[in-house]
């Protein structure tokens, strides 16, 4: 009879001879909330979970579709609810702090650190040294004792390469289209192997542009594939028109804005799913928004004449409200789904009914209005 295979001294060789290498599974234990319940579900498959750390993420869309808003505002925000550490690294220098601070993010130096950085040498600069320094530290100790961090990257579209600005001061303005895409694809994959074995995590956000193949008509993201292959989250979103007041009424005007939120790679869900959440001005994003309408598409809430019905699964008990009802979450019927249904998989939904795709081909904003 053959000896059994010693796996504990195989482990314990390879690990000596390749420094720095990791063995068994690593799943992401420490979860961010994007501030929407449905937008959390259908990222990571639970209404209270979202974006994870150890991982890359990636919210890309056009100007104004809300991406800095969840980003930049939402998830610190929610990071530094769980003692998170977050670093903000603002390219586009656009983001002030009365902003950040109308959105509850502690601009304070203890708990959040911007740097104005736009080349992606110097980005990938600040990360490599933060994670040397990082590792130095904390690399020997347990697990819960590393302090979390996440980077925010604000946004990936507008960070420049050495030939742009090379070209800039000659006068020469064709860009740095080749050196680009790879090196943005080299700073996320290696974001990708430094963040892994560690309680750090990288959301990024990037534009997207309209496609010219009638075939596939569908936003291209910037800066290429590479990139996106090595995110475990890629979020699509577009601007949509929002022409409603707080009680959910008709009006003429624009209130703010709807984001359509399209999953485009997910590896904890089921991907190319989507969802609309509102955005009003005044108000800021409702953490319910969109979940109604995920329900209705499920089926979980069924229309019985101008009202939506909910059967519990558990108790059979019926529920039936007007819409309006629903969607300020009266008396917790909202949350009462959630906790019913949070742990079960999602029914199967066709992203691609007419209905849907309707409500996406709405005209965008005009930006000269």
């Known amino acids: ?30 979860w961010i909330s994007t501030g929407n319940y449905t937008l959390n579900k259908l990222i990571s498959g639970d209404f209270n979970k ?67 950085v736009a080349m992606i040498d110097e980005v990938a600069k600040v990360i490599s ?10 690399a020997d100790k347990e697990e819960e004792d590393r302090p979390k961090v996440l980077f925010v990257i604000d946004s990936l579209g507008m960070m420049l390469t050495p030939t742009d600005i090379d070209q800039f001061q000659k006068g020469d303005m064709k860009g740095d289209l080749g050196r680009k895409p790879k090196a943005l694809t080299a700073l996320v994959r290696n974001c990708v192997n430094m963040f892994g074995d560690f309680n750090v995590g990288l959301v990024a956000t990037n534009h997207t542009y309209a496609s010219q193949d009638m075939f596939d008509p569908d936003d291209k993201i910037s800066g290429g594939q590479g990139f996106i292959y090595a995110s475990s989250i890629v979020v699509a979103m577009r601007k949509l028109k ?36 509102k955005i009003p001005y005044e108000t800021g994003m409702n953490p319910y928004s969109g979940f109604v309408d995920l329900c209705e598409k499920l089926e979980l809430l069924k229309k019985t004449g101008n009202r939506l019905e909910y059967t519990s699964p558990v108790t059979g008990e019926v529920n039936t409200q007007f819409r309006k009802a629903w969607e300020s979450n009266t008396d917790g019927c909202l949350d009462l789904i959630m906790t019913e249904w ?7 939904v066709n992203i691609q009914e007419p209905e849907v795709l309707e409500t996406l081909e709405e005209e965008p904003i005009n930006e000269n209005e």
């Open 1 to 30: 009879m053959a000896r059994p295979f010693d796996v504990s001294k195989f482990r314990k060789s390879i690990t000596k001879s390749v420094p720095g290498l990791s063995s068994g599974f690593r799943d992401p234990d420490t």
């Open 129 to 138: 040294e933060f994670m040397k320094d990082y590792k130095a530290n904390y």
């Open 50 to 116: 979202g974006v994870p750390l150890g991982k890359v993420t990636v919210f890309a869309g056009e100007s104004g579709a809300g991406k800095s808003f969840i980003c930049s505002g939402n998830l610190i925000r929610e990071a530094q609810k769980q003692g998170i550490f977050c670093v903000l690294i603002d390219s586009e220098n656009a983001l002030d702090e009365a902003w950040l601070k109308a959105l509850d993010v502690d601009t304070s130096e203890d708990a959040l650190m911007k740097l104005n």
């Open 242 to 277: 929002l022409k409603e007041d707080e009680d959910g009424n008709k009006v003429t005007d624009v209130r703010g804005i709807r984001a359509a939120c399209k999953v485009m790679k997910t590896r904890f869900a089921k991907p190319f799913e989507s969802v609309q959440i």
């Open 342 to 348: 949070g742990q079960k998989d999602l029914p199967e």
